[in-house]
């Protein structure tokens, strides 16, 4: 296989559950980490518990990695306080980690709403003006930049995956155009580890859908094309989907409703 060891970070999340099975093919060993409780590890597998926030927890996670697939951390709007230690301090660890061990790259589950606050009117790129759309968004512009810094000072490769809505199908009209498959994340996935030279890549991690708002020619030498599309859905939704949804307050910016989710307050 072509890693002897990879680390998924976020297993017990959404999307790392469904990557646990997945990615199995690429490495002898996939290192699966979560703050929660997560299934025993199976062939193949390791299990390790981890708070991101813990700089020494993070440090031994990460010996003996060949490369990071980060999904951890908090994955929606929520307080200043629980963001910054998996997002922003949580990250610092993890980043010092890869530096110190010398592991070479990194793929970064960033997501849609560091251009949030975008209208849906404007097509967006990797070099546009990050607008996040809340703390949560402002935590992943971290994430962008601090990748950014440890590919120019130190050479450590970062893909970013600005991941739209990545479930097993849209849920509304607004990840008609969001919408990623689970296929076409794993296909990123797999083009965003296995390209010889990544850099520091922002791409936008989107299915094929009928109506897109992002631009993803910065990206071209991933090599990656989407097989899927939300209009396999279209019969779920009035007018077959159509963007933008009649009536629907929500659809003045990209980010949907994370423009009126914060701020979340501790006390
Ligand atoms: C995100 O960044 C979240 O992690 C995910 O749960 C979805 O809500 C997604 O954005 C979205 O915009 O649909």
């Known amino acids: 296989k072509p890693f002897k060891r990879l680390l998924l970070t976020g297993a017990g999340g959404g999307l790392g559950k469904m990557?646990?099975?997945?990615?199995?093919?690429?490495?002898?060993?996939?290192?699966l980490t979560d703050i929660v409780e997560i299934a025993p590890a199976g062939p193949g597998e390791e299990v390790v518990q981890c708070d991101l926030g813990d700089r020494a927890a993070v440090m031994s996670l990460l010996e003996g990695v060949d490369a990071v697939?980060?999904?951890?951390?908090?994955?929606?709007?929520?307080?200043?306080e629980n963001i910054m230690n998996a997002n922003i301090l949580g990250l610092h660890h993890l980043y010092?980690?890869?530096?110190?061990?010398?592991?070479?790259?990194?793929i970064y589950a960033s997501s849609s709403h560091v251009v949030g606050y975008y209208p849906t009117t404007k097509v967006v790129d990797a070099n546009a003006p990050l607008r996040p759309d809340g703390i949560y968004g402002v935590s992943k512009c971290f994430g962008e930049a601090l990748s950014r810094y440890y590919f120019d000072r130190f050479g450590i490769e970062t893909v970013c995956l600005?991941?739209?809505?990545?479930?097993e199908e849209p849920r509304n009209a607004r990840m008609m155009v969001t919408f990623l498959a689970h296929d076409d994340l794993v296909e990123l996935l797999r083009c965003a580890l296995f390209t010889p030279r990544v850099g520091h890549t922002i791409t936008f991690g989107v299915s094929d859908n009928p109506v897109r708002w992002w631009d993803n020619h910065e990206?071209?030498?991933?090599?990656?094309?989407?097989?899927?599309?939300?209009?396999?859905?279209?019969?779920?939704?009035?007018?077959?989907?159509?963007w933008p949804p009649a009536g629907d307050?929500?659809?003045?910016?990209?980010?949907?409703?994370?423009?009126?989710?914060g701020p979340i307050y501790k006390d």
């Open 219 to 242: 990206a071209d030498h991933l090599g990656f094309h989407a097989k899927r599309s939300s209009s396999e859905f279209a019969d779920r939704f009035p007018q077959g989907g159509a």
């Open 96 to 106: 010092e980690g890869v530096h110190k061990l010398g592991i070479r790259r990194v």
């Open 19 to 31: 990557l646990r099975e997945r990615i199995k093919p690429w490495a002898d060993i996939v290192r």
């Open 162 to 167: 600005r991941i739209g809505s990545s479930f």
């Open 69 to 80: 697939l980060h999904f951890g951390g908090v994955s929606v709007e929520d307080t200043f």
């Open 249 to 261: 307050i929500t659809a003045t910016y990209q980010g949907g409703p994370f423009l009126t989710a």
